[in-house]
């Protein structure tokens, strides 16, 4: 029990990130590129089975923004130029400027890929509609729902590609979701009809934001897992889930990715048995509060590091061990 597990991303090298930049300007050609990616992947799996995490992802070293990298494999959508996310973060915002569909699989490929390098489970992982839409500028539907569930009925396809193709586990990202309260009942909506059918486990991340607004309601996401952060908000939510019981499988995060300080095993510890406090045993996985792309590599191995050691040593207090990979 407690298996361990990260939310998605990871560092790009400094020679990827260039590699990126040059392929833009037109100075590399895209396989060289990819073959890059997918070395990077490889050494991200790889450390992934090193540190003992129970359930991998690819790393997303072929992604560039969540959002901007689905736009650009979706029909219906183009790229703008750079767009201020926040402090010093941009991406390209994409533009519906027809309807959305689905041409084909966008992520697949990189699942198999990764899938092929272990015998632990690789997560699919996507970015929901209602963050797409919420990222995205709209030039075609006549409104926010519309959009929205567009992008839903298109996604859902890129879910079943993804569970045809073997992943037992599939993230569907809605960091949006805690930001616009009243519509919340719209990010329900798209997401019952993403995962529609769906048979292998279903979680979505959501991260800083009013979460305190949109729960309970969120309980109500057609997933099996809602992953949060708590570290970053100093464990807030925990009151929170006390008033209003906890329904679903939680993934809770036990470590700042925001911060390149490194938290320690017993500091770890302490934060997995607030999570035991609050919530039943099987129904806890362990990871960080969101992403680790912007943390340098040896941050995000030593804060993964230290949580996996950190989940062994609860789990040996406690008597119990990891249920088998799905």
């Known amino acids: 029990m407690l298996k361990t597990t990260t939310v998605g991303s990871f560092p790009k090298s400094e020679e990827l990130k260039s590699a990126r930049a040059k392929v833009r300007r037109g100075q590399m050609d895209k396989a060289q590129l990819k073959s890059l990616e997918q070395e990077e992947t490889r050494n991200w799996i790889r450390i992934q089975e090193q540190i003992g995490l129970d359930i991998l992802v690819d790393g997303e070293q072929y992604r560039g923004d969540m959002a901007t990298y689905f736009a650009e494999h979706l029909e219906g959508f183009k790229v703008s130029s750079l767009v201020r996310s926040y402090g010093n973060r941009y991406y390209r915002k994409p533009i519906a400027i027809s309807e959305i569909r689905w041409k084909g699989p966008i992520t697949v490929e990189w699942f198999k890929f990764a899938q092929g390098l272990t015998q632990k489970p690789v997560k699919g992982m996507l970015t929901g509609p209602y963050t797409m839409m919420d990222w995205s500028f709209d030039e075609t539907y006549p409104n926010r729902r519309a959009f929205c569930l567009g992008l839903a009925r298109a996604i859902h ?170």
């Open 157 to 326: 396809e890129e879910v079943k590609a993804l569970e045809a193709a073997g992943a037992k586990f599939i993230q569907i990202d809605e960091p949006a979701v805690s930001t616009r309260v009243e519509e919340v009942e719209l990010a329900i909506e798209a997401m019952r009809i993403v995962t529609q059918g769906i048979r292998v486990q279903t979680g979505t991340h959501i991260c800083y934001g009013d979460f305190e607004k949109v729960y309970p309601q969120i309980l109500n996401l057609a997933v099996d897992q809602i992953d949060l952060e708590f570290t970053n908000s100093n464990f807030g939510l925990l009151e929170l889930i006390r008033k209003v019981p906890f329904t679903k499988e939680v993934g809770f995060g036990v470590v700042d990715v925001h911060s390149h300080r490194v938290e320690s095993v017993e500091e770890i510890k302490a934060s997995i048995h607030r999570a035991l406090d609050a919530f039943p045993l099987g129904k806890i996985y362990i990871d960080p509060d969101c992403g680790l792309k912007t943390r340098l590599k040896e941050e995000a191995v030593a804060k993964l590091t230290n949580m996996v050691a950190a989940v062994r040593e609860v789990r040996k207090e406690l008597g119990v061990e990891a249920l088998p990979n799905p």
